[in-house]
């Protein structure tokens, strides 16, 4: 398994602001990936964080909206920027440990937009 | 893209009872994953199964991957088995680590 840590866990923001939340993995990892959860609803991938380089976003999401960074094996950060209701979620990073390619996540950050 | 259906979406059970939860999905995957989703928001990884058969306590699953569905056993079901149950799956051509989730199964045991 992993141990993967997000901060903040939870967290409550005001419409217009940006929150970057952090996520650190126990271990060199390749491969981190960054998923959004709406309330009562499934979970939907929103990027595949990609050290030395850009990440690369699903459809739907934008890198002006939610831009990452990767700045080593170990780490990885999504910023939610210009916050409305609407992006009240759970926002949850996910490594993939192993040559079998299981992913694990982290506890999840849980954001309120008022 | 691939889509992924679980049945059923609710599920309330008496506390001993056994259940089988099922997954389909559109299109040949390579990497097939369960997971429980506690009150508390935290996803637990149950079974990593894209194909054949697996069981961890009460627990077991099974993946035919050739008819595109999985099943996940829940036996003598506890309270602390509720929660929502997620069935994911990464796609043959996308190299399988990126997951597209299931619409969940939402579970209730009670006393």
């Known amino acids: 398994s992993a141990v993967i840590s997000q901060k903040p866990s939870r967290d409550i923001c005001q419409r217009g602001t940006s929150l970057t939340i952090q996520c650190q993995v126990d271990s060199q990892v390749t491969m981190m990936f960054w998923y959004r959860q709406q309330p009562g609803q499934s979970l939907t991938l929103i990027a595949t964080a990609n050290q030395g380089s850009e990440a690369t976003y699903e459809s739907g999401f934008v890198i002006d909206k939610f831009p990452i960074s990767r700045p080593n094996l170990t780490f990885s950060t999504l910023t939610v920027s210009n916050m409305s209701p609407e992006d009240s979620s759970i926002y949850l990073c996910?490594?993939?440990?192993?040559?079998?390619?299981?992913?694990?996540f982290g506890e999840g950050s849980r954001l309120t937009v008022l | 893209g691939i889509q992924v259906e679980q049945s059923p979406p609710d599920l309330i059970l008496q506390e001993g009872a056994n259940s089988t939860l099922r997954c389909n999905f559109s299109d040949s995957v390579n990497n097939l994953q369960w997971f429980h989703q506690n009150p508390w928001g935290q996803l637990i990884n149950l079974f990593y199964i894209p194909s054949g058969t697996k069981q961890n306590g009460r627990l077991s699953a099974t993946t035919v991957a050739t008819e595109r569905y999985s099943l996940l056993y829940i036996s003598s079901s506890q309270t602390t088995d509720s929660g929502v149950y997620f069935c994911a799956v990464g796609e043959l051509t996308g190299g399988g680590n990126k997951l597209t989730f299931g619409t969940g199964t939402q579970l209730k045991v009670e006393l």
């Open positions: 996910s490594v993939v440990r192993g040559a079998s390619g299981e992913l694990f």
